[in-house]
């Protein structure tokens, strides 16, 4: 049981690059989600799927799109890579059930991206 | 405004001393969630710890308790007895309802780096 799996775990692109980053999770859950994360500023979400077959935005989509494959696969892309991806970017999952405020998400090991 | 603020960047901590961790948060949902993270150096995302906002008593694992004041809006982490592998970034994370129906999203704080010292 692999939990939540992405890949690369590490990238370095020049600025205007494309590159995709992949999740994938087997634990049968609903929700993924995409974050990234920068020196002092925690966690901020870009995209997230509540269902499969659905995508929204998050708190900083720009420059990202993502592709809810099928239920366990969640991928990021970035069209054009700026200086201002360099980041490190975790995918999670969650069950996903209506009105449960208790569970829990579930964190791959993350990307970290360069971009020159 | 941030949902989720973490005041404290640094803290440090005597090996087997008790710390807490400060985490204060904004809302206007009546019901909502709250969690603790753990980052250690190799980067994975640690849960550690649960608080619901109608929780008649503070959440507690093992040598984690949440200090959940609903008043002030704070949801404070302690930690007893700190070990040297307690060492790690950590974040305090909400969730709210939305209309009723719960999006699962999570609003993160910037996190407090924790440095435990022997």
């Known amino acids: 049981n692999a939990g939540v799996t992405q890949t690369p775990k590490f990238q370095v692109l020049k600025t205007g690059q494309s590159m995709t980053l992949q999740c994938a999770q087997d634990?049968?859950?609903?929700?993924m989600y995409w974050y990234r994360q920068d020196p002092g500023m925690g966690l901020r979400l870009i995209y997230y799927s509540a269902s499969e077959g659905t995508t929204d935005k998050g708190e900083v989509p720009n420059g990202y799109n993502v592709s809810r494959l099928n239920k366990r696969e969640f991928s990021l892309r970035l069209e054009s890579a700026a200086p201002s991806q360099t980041s490190v970017y975790f995918c999670a999952s969650s069950q996903g059930l209506a009105g449960s405020l208790k569970e829990t998400q579930y964190f791959g090991p993350g990307t970290r991206l360069l971009v020159l | 405004a941030q949902k989720i603020t973490q005041t404290q960047p640094g803290m440090f901590v005597q090996e087997k001393e008790a710390v807490t961790l400060d985490c204060t948060y904004d809302?206007?949902?009546?019901?909502?969630?709250l969690f603790w993270y753990k980052q250690p150096s190799s980067g994975e995302m640690i849960f550690l710890i649960y608080?619901?906002?109608?929780?008649?008593q503070n959440a507690t694992e093992g040598r984690y308790s949440l200090n959940f004041q609903k008043a002030r809006k704070s949801a404070n982490l302690v930690i007893s007895a700190s070990q040297l592998g307690d060492s790690a970034m950590y974040f305090c994370?909400?969730?709210?309802?939305?209309?009723?129906?719960?999006?699962?999203?999570?609003?993160f704080g910037r996190g407090t780096q924790l440095t435990v010292w022997p």
């Open positions: 809302t206007s949902d009546p019901s909502y969630g």
């Open positions: 634990m049968n859950h609903n929700s």
């Open positions: 608080q619901g906002s109608y929780d008649q």
């Open positions: 994370a909400m969730r709210e309802t939305n209309r009723g129906s719960t999006l699962g999203r999570l609003y």
